[in-house]
């Protein structure tokens, strides 16, 4: 018995085959006497040859020469046609599916990414004005010298950079423009011009090249105030005083006034997000009461209740970078200029003024339902509480990757290739001898600047004094105690081989790290890799004229074709990397690539990225500091093998784009 069962289950088929042949075929059997299709009897024969003569006969035209239709594995792989004639199509009309009354529920705030998203309401990805549930007020909360002002101008860098609208509304500077005191010191007058942010700037010099451009990467506030002098006068006459005393929270008047300027700051922030195309409004100050947060909340919802907010406090427990945050303090617009041991006694007790009323963010804020993170030490710990929404999340992450150690990253392009030299673009051709000869210039250039800077921090550390001595503004890093002999050199390339034979001498000297990224590959031309410009203006001219009028936002056409905006989005882990990490870095990477690298690093505007001069020989510095960045330029010497540095370089648009 059991014999007779394994030998039925070795001849039986494993799975039966489902065929659709409803043709001449559809009643025959197999010849193991089971119906073609396995489990699927044919058709009746009425049927078969109903299904026939639909399939050969149109009603309006008679018999049809249909091709040879193949057989298929499944009987639901073909449907069959109708004869009816067809529909007129009804486009479909807007109209609400939830009920007849208007929509009172806000929009979806879903992810928007420039360039990588796109909506009827959104086609180019940025949150659309109507989205004012997906628009975000930050209220920067803290104790003075904790380095609020840093990350806020970090936070607006990089939000700008991935192209959400972002601004900095200063309730510190409309104070000292309340008490009547300008960039010069004097009382301001109607014909005042008003402060120009780092972005305008950059696009100012791009714009108008770079006679009597102002320096676009040390950041500073835009007003200075004597507080170690007489008391100023208000616009209206009326003295104030802008001492320690100012901020007592027992002087009600001044407390009235702070008040107050903290209400017109935010209401020129909630006017930048409603009525001009703002996504992110940061709102600068030390918000370190619960009823100033309670009436900066109540305010926001009476203008929109939709808009989202986020609370931001920075807490600082690590004296040596609350010395050095006082010590920038020193350098800034209270107190530049003034005796550094009075200076530091009059912000010691402003400090104690705040601290006698301060309340850190906890309970009202969860009991409320409202957002908040908590930056302790400069990202060493980040506590968050109930984030809502994209942005939130992507500040909260890019937040942990903060550090202030010293470093230097230094950005470059390849050096020359052979589709260089045909003009070509994309590719992935090998380096020419001259581009073997810049790779080994740039070799010996970083390891030279390497020991000059290890020396140069070294005399730093040695003569740094607190408080400061007069003259003297340059805050120290609060993590120079540490042995700076120890510190790593990164070099990072990319995938493609002229940008990975550049870094061949650091590659041979086991003191540097190489490491090649994908990320770092050159932006990707579709169709139109290994093409020339010229080339593309000749056979495409309609997609030569459509790049020539938005760069940022053009597309290579064909598989694996990118724009800027797509570099930017594929770039986005790249900064936070090159933020988190404390060691050196070199990149050797391609012009698209240094060129939004740069944009994010020098602040500059959406309209400039695209056009950012980064021509082949070029070699940027940028050493991040407390108060922004340190930037310098060198341009390569082919006659000597060695770079000079270009001490007045300013940003500037392409001149030659096949460089």
């Known amino acids: 018995m059991t014999s007779h069962l394994l030998a ?22 197999s010849p193991n006497g089971r119906h073609d299709g396995g489990f699927l009897p044919p058709p009746a024969a009425p049927l078969v040859h109903a299904l026939k003569s639909l399939h050969d006969l149109d009603p309006h035209t008679g018999p049809l020469d249909r091709p040879h239709v193949p057989a298929y594995d499944s009987p639901y792989s ?24 208007p929509r009172i529920r806000p929009h979806a705030t879903t992810l928007n990414i420039p360039g990588m998203t796109r909506s009827r309401v959104s086609p180019d990805g940025r949150i659309p004005d109507r989205d004012v549930a997906a628009k975000l007020v930050i209220i920067m909360v803290g104790l003075p010298a904790r380095g609020k002002s840093y990350i806020t101008k970090k936070i607006q860098r990089y939000l700008s950079w991935q192209q959400h609208n972002t601004r900095i509304f200063n309730v510190g500077n409309r104070r000292r423009i309340a008490a009547g005191v300008t960039p010069n010191g004097h009382s301001p007058s109607p014909t005042s011009a008003p402060a120009v942010d780092a972005p305008t700037r950059a696009a100012t010099i791009l714009l108008n090249g770079t006679k009597n451009a102002p320096d676009i990467v040390i950041e500073d506030e ?4 004597d507080l170690n002098g007489h008391a100023v006068r208000s616009p209206g006459g009326e003295k104030i005083d802008q001492s320690a005393k100012f901020f007592d929270p027992n002087n009600e008047s001044a407390a009235k006034l702070r008040e107050q300027v903290a209400l017109d700051t935010l209401d ?24 100033r947060r309670e009436l900066l909340v109540t305010h926001i919802k009476q203008r929109e209740p939709k808009l989202g907010i986020l609370f931001i406090e920075s807490i ?24 550094p041991v009075k200076s530091l006694a009059d912000f010691k007790q402003r400090v104690k003024a705040y601290e006698s009323a301060y309340q850190p963010l906890g309970k009202y804020e969860e009991d409320h339902d409202l957002q908040y993170i908590q930056m302790i030490d400069v990202g060493r710990k980040v506590v968050h509480h109930r984030l809502k929404g994209f942005l939130s999340s992507g500040i909260a992450s890019y937040l942990t990757t903060f550090n202030l150690s010293p470093r230097q990253i230094w950005i470059t392009r390849h050096g020359q290739s052979v589709d260089n030299q045909l003009h070509k673009l994309g590719g992935d051709s090998e380096l020419t001898e001259r581009g073997h000869y810049y790779g080994l210039a740039l070799y010996s250039f970083i390891t030279q600047k390497r020991q000059d800077w290890l020396i140069d921090q070294k005399n730093k550390v040695a003569q740094s004094s607190f408080p400061p001595l007069p003259g003297d503004h340059t805050p120290p890093y609060p993590e120079l105690n540490q042995e700076l002999d120890d510190k790593n050199f990164c070099v990072w390339t990319s995938m493609l081989k002229r940008s990975i034979e550049t870094a061949e001498y650091f590659d041979a000297d086991d003191d540097y790290d190489v490491k090649a990224w994908e990320m ?40 694996g ?32 690539v240094c060129r939004v690298l740069m944009a994010y690093f020098m602040d500059l505007t959406r309209e400039d990225i695209a056009d950012l001069d980064v021509p082949l020989g070029m070699l940027y510095a940028i050493e991040p500091k407390p108060y922004g960045i340190e930037f310098h330029a060198y341009k390569y010497n082919e006659d000597v093998a060695w770079f000079e540095e270009l001490p007045n370089y300013k940003p500037q648009r392409t001149v030659d784009r096949n460089n």
């Open 8 to 29: 039925a289950s070795t001849t039986a088929p494993s799975s039966p085959t489902i065929t659709s042949n409803a043709g001449s075929n559809a009643g025959k059997q």
């Open 268 to 291: 020129e922030l909630l006017d930048y997000l409603l009525h001009h195309g703002g996504s992110v409004g940061i709102l600068d100050a030390t918000n370190s009461t619960i009823h």
């Open 561 to 592: 074709g990118e724009g800027y905006l797509q570099v930017i989005s594929r770039l986005r882990d790249m900064v936070r990397e090159i933020e988190r990490i404390t060691d050196h870095v070199l990149i050797i990477s391609h012009r698209s």
């Open 316 to 339: 600082c427990h690590d004296q040596n970078l609350l010395e050095a945050n006082m010590r920038l303090k020193l350098s800034g617009p209270d107190y530049k200029d003034k005796d």
């Open 222 to 225: 835009p007003t200075r105030l």
């Open 520 to 559: 770092l590959n050159e932006l990707n031309a579709g169709t139109f890799e290994g093409m020339t410009y010229d080339e593309i203006a000749q056979k495409y001219p309609e997609e030569y004229l459509k790049r020539s009028k938005d760069k940022l936002q053009y597309i290579y056409p064909g598989v």
């Open 78 to 101: 073909r449907s069959i046609p109708s004869t009816a004639p067809g529909s007129p199509r009804i486009p479909p009309l807007r109209q609400n599916s939830g009920s007849h009354t």
